[in-house]
């Protein structure tokens, strides 16, 4: 069982930044595909962002359109640790965000991201 958790979420104001994190456990984290979503209120779940192996040290990311150019994913596999650096952010970007472990289903408890007008 993998267990994540997720920090760094909070209140800015439209055009700042904020850094996301998502903790893991597990010893085989370098393997582990890390992906972003989110939720906001009467909206349902999506993708923003996703992180995986392609071999050896190699690993590729994707995103949303709607991110692209804004949002950037990283991972730092001696902290068992994915990263979403988020700027320019937008009031659309107002969600709880999550990250989920795709091989294992597993998701964090999600972070509360809030960007004012």
């Known amino acids: 069982q993998v267990q994540l958790e997720e920090s760094g979420g909070g209140l800015v104001q439209a055009g700042g930044s904020l850094r996301l994190s998502c903790a893991a456990s597990?010893?085989?984290?370098?393997?582990?595909?890390i992906e972003w979503f989110r939720q906001a209120p009467g909206k349902e779940r999506e993708f923003v962002a996703g992180i995986r192996r392609i071999g050896g040290t190699t690993y590729y990311t994707n995103y949303a359109e709607s991110v692209k150019g804004r949002f950037t994913i990283s991972r730092d596999n001696a902290k068992n640790t994915v990263y979403l650096q988020m700027n320019s952010l937008k009031p659309e970007d107002t969600a709880i965000y999550y990250c989920t472990e795709r091989n294992t289903g597993s998701w964090g408890q999600g972070t509360q991201v809030t960007v004012s007008s």
């Open positions: 597990g010893r085989t984290f370098s393997s582990f595909t």
